[in-house]
């Protein structure tokens, strides 16, 4: 406190950090189909997701949210996209960005 610091809310952001960093890709996406789910989305609907979800799980599936760097998001996209499935790789970018509600 003598250096102008609050203990309680540096534990507060030290436990924050920590949370982060064992939280992994593929339990945030699990979330968000379940939210998805929740919501009343068509059984189709949620099938697609957790398909294109899937397509990226081999690259960023088990690795923590905090360490992942924007560039590597792009590998299963280039992968996609060198395959030719264009429409494929636009739609996975655009889930792994969901807007937020």
């Known amino acids: 406190m003598a250096a102008g610091l609050d203990p309680a809310a ?3 952001k030290q436990k924050a ?11 945030v996406a699990e979330e968000y ?3 998805q789910i929740r919501e009343g989305r068509a ?8 398909w294109l979800l899937s ?3 081999p690259d960023l599936g088990e690795r923590p949210i905090a360490e992942i760097k924007a560039a590597e ?7 996609l996209e060198n395959r030719g ?4 790789a636009r739609r996975l970018r655009s889930t792994w960005n969901p807007r937020i509600e």
């Open 55 to 57: 397509l990226a799980y």
């Open 10 to 12: 540096l534990k507060r």
């Open 43 to 50: 059984e189709s609907t949620v099938s697609k997701l957790n």
């Open 85 to 88: 499935h264009l429409e494929t």
């Open 17 to 27: 950090e920590q949370a982060a960093a064992k939280t992994i890709i593929r339990i």
């Open 33 to 35: 189909v379940a939210k």
């Open 73 to 79: 998001i792009l590998v299963p996209l280039r992968r």
